[in-house]
Every structure is written in C-alpha cells, then in structure tokens.
C-alpha cells in the first residue's frame, strides 16, 4: 500500500469532516459559476445600453443558435424591462448587490468547507503522532541503539508536519479543483464549444511539465530529512554534553561539524524548494499562453460574428480565468503530495519497525514469583559474530541476593537485560518458576520487577509524579513512606514546594545522590518481588553512597536480587557471588569463599584496595 493511501487510512475516523468539506466545495463550486455569470447583465448595461425596442427576436431554429444564446437573449430582455420600469441605475445597482451575495456565499462556503478539512488534518496528524509514540514505547531497547534521538525526533515532528502540509492538505484538492473544473469547463462548453476547444489544447502540456517536476521533489524531500535529522541530533548531543564539550574545548571542531552538516541542509532545502516553487510558475505561464490564444481565437469570433458577443466572450474569460486557479492548485497537489510521500515513508519506517521482543498470542498470564529465575544454556550477542554471553547458566533462587562481577565487558549487564527481556536470548532459555519468559505476558513478567540504573532517569516533571510513575493508586503516605526507606525523604523536605518541586531535566536540579535515591524510592513504590541493581551506586561520592547503599539494604530486605556490583564492598553479603569474564562464568561462591580461592575475584579485591 502506498504512503498516500496509508495515511488516508489514518484519517478515516474523521471521514465526516471530509464529506462536509466535499458538499461545501460542491456549493462553492457551483456559487462560483454563478456569481461569474451574474456579471453578464451588468455588463449589457455597460457596453450595449440594451433597450427593448432594439432587441430583434431570436430564431430558435437556425443551427448556429445555442440553448445559451437562448437563454441570454430572454435574461436580455427581462433587464430590459426592467431598466424601462425603474431606471438604468437602479437595475445596475441591484444587479451588484446581487453579484456581491453571489460571491459572499461562494466564500462563504469556502470557508465552512476548510473548516472541516481542518478538523481533519489536526485529528489525523494527531493520530499519526500518537500512534508513533506508542510504537516508540513498544520497541525494544535495541532500536534506540542503533537509531538517533534527533533523527527519531525529527520523524515525529517535521515529518508529520510535512504529511499534514503536504499529504493531507492537498487532500481536499483532489477534489475540490476537479469539481471546480468540470463545473467551469461544462459551462464554458455550454457558452461556446469551438472556444473551449481551442483552449485546452495546452493544459496536457502544463500536466506533463508537472508531473515530471513532481517525480523528482521525492528523493530530494527524503534526503533533506535524513540531514535535518542527522542536524537535530548534533545539538541533541551537544546539550546532553555541554560540560565535556567545553573542557576539551572542542567548540571549534563541533562548531565545523554543525556547520557542515547545517549548510549541506541548505543546499537540499534549496533544491527542494527551487524545484517546489518551478511548479506555480510554470504552470502559470502555460496559462497565459492559453489565455493569449483565446484572445485570439475569441476575438476573431467576436469580430467576426459567429455567433459570440463582446460582453459573453468577456464573461467566457472571466471563467477561464477562474479555471486556472483549481488547476494550479491541482498540479501544486501533485507535487505536494510527493514531498508528502518522502515524509510519510519516515513516518512509516517508525510505525513499521520490527518489535523484535514480542509478546506470544497465547501467552499466559503470570501473577507471582513463587522459586526461581533460572538461566540455561544461554548464548547472546548483539552482532551475529561476536558473541556476548556463552554457555550461561545461573538459578537466582527466591529470596536470594545474587551479585555479578567482572572488568566492563564480562557480559554483565547484557545478563540483566536478558533477564529482564529486553532482548532476547540467541541460544538457550530463561525461566521464571520453570516457565520460559518468552511463554508469559511481557507486562505481568516486568510487573514483578523493579530496576535501579547507574545512571538516574527522572523526567521533568514533580518529585510525586517521578516516585509514583506507573502507580496511578499511589497515596501521599505511600510515596513519604517510600521516600523515607529510599532516605530521600529528609532532603525532599528542605525543598520549596517539597513533594512537589519540579526537578528539572533529567533531573538537573538535584546533586547524584538525591536523584538516585529517588529512583530508588520510585523502585520502592512498585514494590516487586525481584529487583534488578545495575552498578547504582558506582557514580557516587563515599557519603551519598553510605545513603544510597543504606536505602538499597532496605529496600532489598525480603526480594530477590540481581546486583551488578563495580564497588565490591556493596556486594560482600550477596548470598551468591558470580565472578564472570568474557561472557562465561569463571567462578561462583560467597565473598569470603572467594577470597580464600584467590582467583579473578580476589585480584579484583586486591586491585580495589578493600580488605
């Protein structure tokens, strides 16, 4: 299906705005002819001063005679009337006021049918907004490793803005300006065929020089987002590491970067809008040509009386003129619609991404971890040729504490994000109470975690809101009483609007240690059973780690834990010590047990200066 007809997919629950908008371009359409052809009388009276006694009956039998001419000279003579019971002036005045409510209605009808198309194009770029969000929500950690954040951010907001602009503005075109046309186009055929004829010998022309500008608009849109996407992450980047940026004074080589990248946006923009911009005037241009030719053409009929008067071949200009405007706006559309494309296929690439860890069909429901959490035979690796994890085996019984060690690279993180399926295991399985993960609903599975990170994420919004996220039912009592075991609690009291503050981005407005705790009061809050640790207090000084480490003993009493240790002297009373190298596990046992073996695990003791 192609991205136009996906995105009319999306506004199909806003269908009655279209129809509502399609009845009132029909009134429009038809007002338009109307309120155009109600200047004939008008110019009668201006040009030909008509009185009755000068008009000579019409012979309805001859074969040059159209039901036109027919019909102009009856409304000829009922001016003429008219103008002999009232007066020139009169008439004239009343045939303006006429005229002027023919083209407030036909604006008016205008309006009310953009009303609507409006309506639809804020409610399906809405849709498409939310729907992409959702699916950002539902795809695995892997995708945003490989994607950037600006390039992501681009596609939500100016690649939707650019199918609203351009997919779904020129919607309402495609059917307005054809309606426009043949109303137009079946009133100048009614006026004078031979005429009407000549003048659309161009506009096949003028179709082609569109098309073939349309076609090439495509890959250039496509490419200019790719680099404003590639641009948007570049300052991305540099917020996130404003202070690295400035102590390795690396303004200058960012600064060249930025530009390069900015200025080889330019010269796309540039050559999309150039193109873009061609279509109107060219289009325009065909027009005149076809407009000169009906001077021509119409004045020789006129001069030479067949059968065409001054004021109608006025009047047949007028209209002509009119038909030129839905037949731009519909070429315009055709281009618009290729830029459209080009924004909608990035849109299309987010919402078709491949939710590599799905959940199963007949997945079954999970309420309680009753035993264990068992890796067997597991075998990972993020790249097909390098694997991360070998052979793995490991039973993290209810109840226990079970800590992971090892120089960076060992794989110990990548068993945390097995564990907690954020991806999937290449080989083997992992089982919770002897079912394999991949069996049980994803929600209830994470359900029974809780995770506290090395680094803290906390969103821009209110210590409440961060500590009670996902737990809508929280009470006040509930998150002081998780603050409190997080030691948060005695800090978040000297705040201005205590429970309340906001904390800024990320976080910003606390030291490392506050917001930690936070996250940590925010793990508390959810209460699970199994709570995964990874190196949360590797970041942090000798005080705000004696805090953190006595708020993770608390909140660990009673769960089940997974704790990926940097500093060994927060894991020396983990039940269970897995010392790992190189994906494999090298030794297994408690702390003292593992000093007395005086391997891996005891050098790293020895290199840590902890006794």
């Known amino acids: 299906m192609s991205?136009?007809?996906?995105?009319?997919?999306?506004?199909?629950?806003?269908?009655?705005?279209?129809?509502?908008?399609?009845?009132?371009?029909?009134?429009?359409?038809?007002?338009?002819?109307?309120?155009?052809?109600?200047?004939?009388?008008?110019?009668?009276?201006?040009?030909?001063?008509?009185?009755?006694?000068?008009?000579?009956?019409?012979?309805?039998?001859?074969?040059?005679?159209?039901?036109?001419?027919?019909?102009?000279?009856?409304?000829?003579?009922?001016?003429?009337?008219?103008?002999?019971?009232y007066g020139q002036l009169t008439v004239l005045a009343w045939l303006c006021a006429v005229t002027v409510v023919?083209?407030?209605?036909?604006?008016?009808?205008?309006?009310?049918?953009?009303?609507?198309?409006?309506?639809?194009?804020?409610?399906?770029?809405?849709?498409?907004?939310?729907?992409?969000?959702?699916k950002l929500l539902a795809l695995p950690v892997s995708y945003f490793t490989d994607q950037r954040k600006g390039d992501i951010m681009t596609r939500i907001s100016s690649d939707v803005d650019g199918v609203q602009r351009f997919t779904l503005m020129p919607i309402?075109?495609?059917?307005?300006?054809?309606?426009?046309?043949?109303?137009?186009?079946?009133?100048?055929?009614?006026?004078?065929?031979?005429?009407?004829?000549?003048?659309?010998?161009?506009?096949?022309?003028?179709?082609?020089?569109?098309?073939?500008?349309?076609?090439?608009?495509?890959?250039?849109?496509?490419?200019?987002?790719?680099?404003?996407?590639?641009?948007?992450?570049?300052?991305?980047?540099?917020?996130?590491?404003?202070?690295?940026?400035?102590?390795?004074?690396?303004?200058?080589?960012?600064?060249t970067r930025f530009s390069d990248t900015n200025t080889q946006w330019r010269s796309l923009t540039n050559r999309v809008e150039r193109k873009y911009e061609l279509a109107s005037p060219t289009s325009e241009l065909l027009g005149s040509l076809t407009i000169i030719m009906l001077v021509w053409f119409g004045g020789k009929l006129v001069l030479e009386g067949e059968g065409l008067e001054g004021p109608a071949f006025i009047l047949f200009l007028g209209l002509f003129f009119q038909l030129l405007d839905p037949a731009k706006a519909l070429s315009k559309s055709?281009?618009?619609?290729?830029?459209?494309?080009?924004?909608?296929?990035?849109?299309?690439?987010?919402?078709?991404?491949?939710?590599?860890?799905?959940?199963?069909?007949?997945?079954?429901?999970?309420t309680k971890f009753e035993k264990s959490i068992e890796f067997r035979n597991v075998s990972f690796s993020y790249e097909s040729d390098q694997p991360v994890l070998k052979n793995f085996n490991l039973v993290i019984n209810k109840g226990e504490t079970v800590a992971l060690v090892g120089q960076s690279g060992s794989g110990k993180t990548t068993v945390a994000n097995l564990m907690t399926r954020f991806y999937d295991v290449t080989e083997g399985e992992i089982l919770i109470d002897g079912t394999p993960i991949q069996d049980v609903k994803l929600d209830d599975y994470r359900a029974l975690m809780g995770m506290v990170t090395q680094e803290s994420v906390l969103f821009n919004d209110s210590i409440y809101n961060n500590i009670t996220?996902?737990?809508?039912?929280?009470?006040?009592?509930?998150?002081?009483?998780?603050?409190?075991?997080?030691?948060?609690?005695?800090?978040?009291?000297?705040?201005?609007?205590?429970?309340?503050?906001?904390?800024?981005?990320?976080?910003?407005?606390?030291?490392?240690?506050?917001?930690?705790?936070l996250s940590i009061a925010r793990a508390v809050m959810k209460n699970p059973p199994i709570m995964i640790l990874d190196e949360a207090t590797s970041a942090l000084d000798t005080k705000s780690e004696r805090l953190v480490q006595e708020a993770l003993d608390n909140m660990m009493t009673n769960r089940t834990s997974l704790v990926i240790a940097h500093r060994l002297s927060t894991i020396q009373n983990a039940d269970k010590i897995i010392v790992m190298d190189s994906g494999e596990i090298k030794e297994t046992g408690e702390h003292l047990d593992l000093i007395e073996q005086n391997g891996i695990y005891a050098n790293l003791i020895r290199m840590q200066n902890f006794g």
Do not use: C
């Open 469 to 517: 996220m996902g737990k809508e039912d929280a009470t006040e009592d509930m998150v002081k009483e998780a603050a409190m075991i997080a030691n948060a609690h005695e800090f978040i009291v000297t705040l201005p609007n205590r429970y309340y503050e906001n904390i800024g981005e990320s976080g910003g407005k606390l030291s490392g240690g506050q917001k930690q705790r």
């Open 172 to 255: 309402i075109e495609f059917f307005r300006a054809p309606i426009m046309i043949i109303a137009t186009l079946a009133m100048l055929i009614f006026m004078n065929w031979k005429l009407t004829l000549a003048a659309f010998v161009i506009l096949p022309v003028m179709g082609l020089v569109i098309s073939t500008i349309s076609k090439s608009l495509k890959n250039d849109t496509r490419e200019a987002q790719k680099v404003l996407g590639n641009l948007i992450s570049q300052v991305e980047e540099t917020l996130s590491a404003a202070k690295i940026v400035k102590m390795f004074n690396a303004e200058k080589h960012l600064s």
């Open 3 to 85: 991205p136009f007809r996906r995105i009319l997919e999306f506004a199909k629950p806003y269908r009655i705005y279209f129809v509502l908008s399609i009845v009132f371009n029909v009134l429009y359409s038809l007002m338009a002819i109307v309120s155009i052809t109600s200047i004939l009388p008008i110019l009668k009276i201006l040009f030909d001063n008509v009185k009755k006694e000068d008009l000579e009956p019409i012979d309805t039998t001859a074969a040059d005679v159209s039901l036109f001419d027919e019909l102009q000279h009856d409304a000829t003579i009922y001016v003429a009337d008219l103008m002999q019971q």
């Open 334 to 366: 055709f281009s618009d619609v290729s830029r459209g494309n080009a924004s909608a296929e990035r849109v299309f690439e987010v919402l078709d991404a491949d939710v590599v860890v799905n959940q199963k069909v007949d997945a079954k429901p999970l």
């Open 102 to 134: 023919m083209f407030f209605f036909r604006n008016f009808f205008r309006y009310i049918a953009q009303y609507y198309m409006i309506a639809l194009r804020s409610g399906t770029s809405r849709d498409i907004r939310n729907a992409m969000y959702n």
